[in-house]
């Protein structure tokens, strides 16, 4: 059995305990919405039909038609066109911040950090919490033996993460 192991991250030689901060801010919007058509409202060859998935029915001229409600009942009210997509969206942001302390001498090495992100996504309740904590050490106990040690530790929190992209539970379906 053979193992490769690429560490990326470890204490560089110096005098002391080498120190870095990193923070960072972010902010994010939609970049492209989808184009509907806004001619014709829910229906099928230009009768009112509240079925789901059809969306060739009368235009939407703003006249009064008879349009079913939860309970069953049908209730008068203007047939026009809703686009609030581009009214969904909020600008998102991400703030991420960590800090690590390294050192290494000529017999080892190690490098300690932790890292926290927050984001609060482009969709509204969309946030994103995290934490992780990562230690890499190194010992040179001959000149054919050295001894690793990398351990990482991550914890992420979200309420609402959404599935993105066209499909059926992707929230631009959704929301069309």
Partial sequence: MAVIVITTKKG?????IGVEINSSTMASTALRLPELQTK???GWAGKY???YGTN???DLNGKVIDQEVSLGEYVKKPFKNRYNLKDFFKTGFSFQNSIALSKATDTGS???SYGNVHNTGIVPNTNLKGNNYRLNMSRTITDKWTVNVNANYINRKSDNLTVSGYGSQGIILILI
């Avoid at 560089?12 to 002391?16: H, S």
């Fill in 49 to 51: 039909a509240s079925d």
């Fill in 110 to 112: 190690f490098y300690l």
């Fill in 12 to 16: 560089k030689k110096n005098n002391g």
């Fill in 40 to 42: 014709f409202g829910g």
């Fill in 56 to 58: 060739f029915g009368p």
